[in-house]
C-alpha cells in the first residue's frame, strides 16, 4: 500500500540554522514526489516537486529536497532558516490513479 | 490570475443540518480535488472531478457526502445530516489538466464545525 512516514511531528531550529524535514514513503512504482508548505489559515504551496532524472531537486524560498531510491526517501533541506519559514510541510507521492497520498506534516518553529 | 477560491473560510453547522463548501479553480483550471484534514492528520484524498464528470469517488464515504462540478460555476462538496466526526479543514486543488500534469494549485479551506 502507497503511504508516506514524516517521523518529525515538530522541529524547532534558529534562525540561521540548517533544516533538514525527513520523508519516507511507501510506493509500488516509480514514485512522482512533493513537497508542499502550509502557512497558518492557508491552503498548500508546492515547494518543489521530483518526477525522474536529477536526484537532487531544487525548489522555491531556496529549499531543496533529494530522492534516495534505496533509502525511499525524500528528505527537504534549506541551509539557512529564515523566521518566515515557520510553516506546517507536507510531503506527498503519487499519484495511485487519480490519488496522491500526504503524511501528517513536520510543523517547523523558527527561533529568533 | 486569481488563485484557487473557496468559500465560506469556516463553517459551524449543528449535528444533522447540511454543510455546503465551494470551491473555485484557478482560470482555465478544468480539473477540481477534494481532501480532508482531519485534526493531527494529513490531508485525505476524497473525490476528483472534471466539468460535469466525477472521475474518482474512492475516497469519498459512501453516505451522505456528494460532490460536483458543473458546467457553470464551483464545485460543490455537500455533507448531509452532518455529524461530529466530520468536523475537519476540506481542501480543494485543482490543475490544467490530470494525466502528467500533477501539479496542484490548493486553496485555503473551508474549516467546518460541527457543534
Known amino acids: 500500500a502507497q503511504s508516506v512516514t514524516q517521523p518529525d511531528i515538530h522541529i524547532t531550529v534558529s534562525e540561521g540554522a540548517s533544516l533538514e524535514l525527513r520523508c519516507n514513503y511507501s510506493y509500488g512504482a516509480t514514485p512522482y514526489l512533493f513537497w508542499y508548505v502550509q502557512s497558518p489559515g492557508q491552503g498548500l504551496q508546492l515547494l518543489l516537486k521530483?518526477?525522474?532524472?536529477?536526484?537532487l531537486v531544487q525548489g522555491i524560498k531556496g529549499f531543496e529536497a533529494e530522492f534516495k531510491r534505496s533509502q525511499s526517501s525524500f528528505n527537504l533541506r534549506k541551509p539557512s532558516v529564515h523566521w518566515s519559514d515557520a510553516a506546517e510541510y507536507f510531503c506527498a507521492v503519487g499519484p495511485t490513479g487519480n490519488q496522491f497520498y500526504f503524511g501528517t506534516g513536520t510543523s517547523l518553529t523558527v527561533i529568533p | 490570475n486569481a488563485g484557487v477560491m473557496q468559500n465560506p473560510r469556516h463553517l459551524v453547522r449543528r449535528r444533522g443540518q447540511e454543510a455546503r463548501l465551494r470551491c473555485s479553480p484557478m482560470k482555465g483550471h478544468s480539473h477540481v480535488y477534494w481532501y480532508r484534514q482531519l485534526p493531527e492528520e494529513g490531508l485525505k484524498f476524497m473525490v476528483y472531478l472534471q466539468k460535469e464528470n466525477i472521475i474518482d469517488e474512492s475516497g469519498m464515504p459512501k453516505e451522505r457526502f456528494s460532490a460536483e462540478f458543473p458546467k457553470e460555476g464551483p464545485s460543490i462538496l455537500r455533507i448531509q445530516q452532518v455529524v461530529r466526526g466530520d468536523s475537519a479543514a476540506y481542501f480543494c486543488?485543482?490543475?490544467?489538466?490530470?494525466?502528467?500534469?500533477?501539479?496542484?494549485?490548493f486553496g485555503p479551506g473551508t474549516r467546518l464545525t460541527v457543534t
Open positions: 521530483y518526477f525522474s532524472g536529477d536526484t
Open positions: 486543488a485543482s490543475s490544467p489538466k490530470g494525466g502528467s500534469s500533477y501539479e496542484q494549485y
